[in-house]
């Protein structure tokens, strides 16, 4: 095999799959999903609307999204066994593993399983538990109860509650929701890949979930937006915080929050909103210190290596000063990733082609043993 025209490292700007879903267009700085700009969908629109445009190709009416809202609630609540299962996990689990086990686990309680008809129903229940099994494995694990969903509260609303234990304000509510619908997809990252890879052998959205999780959690993929907010909290100031980058620097190491697969030099149009999201906190909250450190690190980081911030650089700051714990960030980005992976599973299995590349052998060769 020719390795010139065949191998690129990492499948760097190699194209994987066919997809209707979404589309990263660097050049117009645009996140195309389904025809629509995400950043504007996440301007105006609700999470829960996008749920429905992923699986369904289009935007829900007043009523659509009023059922939607009501099978996600029923759909909720865990059962006993699951729950007595979670507690069982070490306490010293990490949340995103109590996570990939509580996925993994929901397999045996899915008496359709594997059944392709089932699977928008499927991927529904998927999409009301796994907020409730992020924050309740979090609650365990730190031998507290599990917060039962509040079914007045709206889906983000409600998933911010069970986070922090505290009723969010409208403004909380919805800048929760636009982090979820900004972390709800994004064309084909290393987790959707992997779910893809492991749905074309025909295996069950479970398993392909599962797989996703321990793909999202590396600090090069979703774990980032945990280690930028212990980043910021080393930093401590202005700063401290530049010192710390200048030290990470000259020790060539990758600074978590910066750079990207595809938009390298430029900065992630996610991140620019998340911006403008812990500016408007930041106010509210009397913080305007920590959007001073960041602002800092992003202008040291363009200075010294023309790296911008990615998505996970400016959430981590946003779920500081919604009251989140640290450990809960790489969990709700899977969280609202979940919908983003399920569509690319179900398109998958609709035109489906086993994934199965060569390699370009570096091995020897002629030996006997
Ligand atoms: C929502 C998300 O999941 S976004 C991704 C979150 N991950 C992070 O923030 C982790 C930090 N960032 C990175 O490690 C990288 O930018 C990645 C993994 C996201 C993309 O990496 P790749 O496309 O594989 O590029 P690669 O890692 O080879 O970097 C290219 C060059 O830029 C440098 N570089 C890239 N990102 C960074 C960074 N964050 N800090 C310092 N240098 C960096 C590399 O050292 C390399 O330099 P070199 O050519 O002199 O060796
Ligand atoms: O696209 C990627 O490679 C990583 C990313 O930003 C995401 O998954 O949101």
Redesign the pocket.
Known sequence: MDKTTTFQP?L?GVIAAETKLSYLDVEAEEIVIRGYDLIELAEKRQYIDLIQLLLKGRLPDGAEQQELEETLKLEAPLSDSLVQLLAKLPKDTHPMDALRTGISALAGYDKNLGERKNLEQTILRLLAKIPVITAGSYHLLQEKSILEPDPDLSYSANFLYMLTGRVPDEQEASIFDQSLMV?SE?EM?NSTFTARVIASTNSDLYGALTGAVASLKG????G??EA?MHMLLEGRSVEGFRQLLLE??AR??????????VY?RKM?PRASLMKEALRKLAAVKNREDLLECCEAGEEL?KEE?G?YP????YAAPVYYLLGIPIDLYTPI?FSARTLGICAHVAEQYTDNKLFRPRVHYTGPRGLHP
Not at 219 to 222: C, Y
Not at 252 to 261: A, D, S, T
């Open positions: 990492g760097n972390y994004h990252p600090n090069l993929h979703g980032a937006n930028v990470k620097l060539k190491e990758k600074v978590m929050g910066f750079g990207h697969r390298m992630d980081m290596k790296l990615n998505l996970d650089y980005f």
